[in-house]
Nanobody, 124 residues
Framework: VQLQASGGGLVQAGESLRLSCTVF????????MAWYRQPPGKVRELVAV????????YADSVKGRFTISRDNAKDTTFYLQMNSLKPEDTAVYYC??????????????????WGEGTQVTVSS
């Protein structure tokens, strides 16, 4: 399993960026996909999550500005559209996938997988 993220960069406050993440999931199915971020000197925090059914949830700090979505043609690719960026959005952003599978005996296996971080820097 591998997650490949892209789209970070340096922007000014008020501008937009879109992050992408592709999940190379092998034989696993997807429970949910999410974006986390880790600001400088702080702990990693959940930004947004989308379930396999399309239900979304957001951190209060990004509601109304960020949108998580899934590529309808390729359900293993998902995005984070970030609008009206603020300096406090500066962080390393990580994509995450909650994957599962069943073995030949029907036993359930689930695990979290992470992509490498992509830096987002918002200047004031």
């Amino acid at each position: 399993v591998q997650l490949q993220a892209s789209g970070g960069g340096l922007v000014q406050a008020g501008e937009s960026l879109r992050l992408s993440c592709t999940v190379f999931r092998d034989i696993f199915s997807i429970n949910a996909m999410a974006w986390y971020r880790q600001p400088p000197g702080k702990v990693r925090e959940l930004v947004a999550v989308i379930s396999s059914s399309g239900t979304t949830n957001y951190a209060d700090s990004v509601k109304g500005r960020f949108t998580i979505s899934r590529d309808n043609a390729k359900d293993t690719t998902f995005y984070l559209q970030m609008n009206s960026l603020k300096p406090e959005d500066t962080a390393v952003y990580y994509c995450n996938a909650d994957l599962y599978r069943y073995d030949d005996r029907g036993s359930y296996y689930g695990n979290d997988y992470w992509g490498e971080g992509t830096q987002v820097t918002v200047s004031s």
